[in-house]
């Protein structure tokens, strides 16, 4: 149990153009979920949280209007990078939190690798 | 503030033990959490502790001392296949995690 996809796997984009990425709980409901990015050889950093029914929290530093962040369902929730520019290709991870290994544990998505040529 | 450290890399040999330690300071405490992540791709689930003492799992087994701020993730029998960046995690206010930097484990034939 506790699996969570994502689509895409990768994107290679255009500079200035918009890129959606999905996650998704399969097997549990998730009123939160969480967007990481990672860089080549650096650790996760969190960028939001997303909540059903409600806005997102955003992380000091992120820009809310260059990442959109819209949690549909208790199983999906979407990352929009706008306007992509060269500087936002990354590694884009989710996660969903659920009671799976013992404690209020979060279970990853695959990840995103986004290039913005 | 909040801290979790842990060694930047670490190396060991095929067959061996490895113990991989990291301390937090942390404002909330729910949970410490251990994760793998190969080299591309994302972190998966290893442990968790939220009570001192030991957890095994297998080859793994993590220990957590609330009182000291530690714990440490125990690989036996070492694969190659376990080379990999080990991650440890508090799981502090409103959900969240916070990261260490990884311990960047290789492991030798």
């Known amino acids: 149990g506790a699996v969570v996809s994502q689509h895409p796997s990768w994107v290679i984009c255009k500079s200035g153009t918009s890129v959606k990425i999905e996650c998704r709980s399969l097997d549990f409901q998730a009123t939160t979920m969480f967007w990481y990015r990672q860089f080549p050889k650096?650790?996760?950093?969190?960028?939001?949280?997303?909540?059903?029914?409600?806005?997102?929290?955003?992380?000091?530093?992120?820009?809310?209007?260059?990442?959109?962040?819209?949690?549909?369902?208790l199983t999906l929730s979407t990352l929009t990078v706008t306007s992509a520019h060269p500087e936002d290709s990354s590694f884009y991870i989710c996660s969903a939190p659920t009671l799976g290994g013992g404690g209020d544990t979060q279970y990853f998505g695959p990840g995103t690798r986004l290039t913005v040529l | 503030g909040q801290n979790i450290d842990q060694p930047t890399e670490m190396t060991a040999t095929e067959g061996a033990i490895v113990q991989i330690n990291c301390t937090y300071q942390t404002s909330g405490f729910n949970g410490l959490f251990w994760y793998q992540q190969h080299?591309?791709?994302?972190?998966?689930?290893?442990?968790?502790?939220?009570?001192?003492?030991?957890?095994e799992k297998g080859r793994f087994s993590s220990f957590l001392s609330r009182s000291k701020g530690y714990s440490y993730l125990l690989l036996k029998e070492l694969q190659m296949k376990d080379s990999a960046s080990y991650l440890c995690a508090v799981s502090g206010n409103n959900r969240k995690l916070i990261w260490g930097l990884g311990t960047s484990l290789a492991v030798n034939p």
Not at chain 2, 40 to 48: D, I, M, R, V
């Open chain 1, 42 to 73: 650096q650790s996760l950093m969190l960028m939001a949280t997303s909540n059903e029914g409600s806005k997102a929290t955003y992380e000091q530093g992120v820009e809310k209007d260059k990442f959109l962040i819209n949690h549909a369902s």
């Open chain 2, 39 to 55: 080299a591309g791709e994302a972190p998966t689930f290893l442990s968790y502790n939220v009570l001192d003492g030991l957890e």
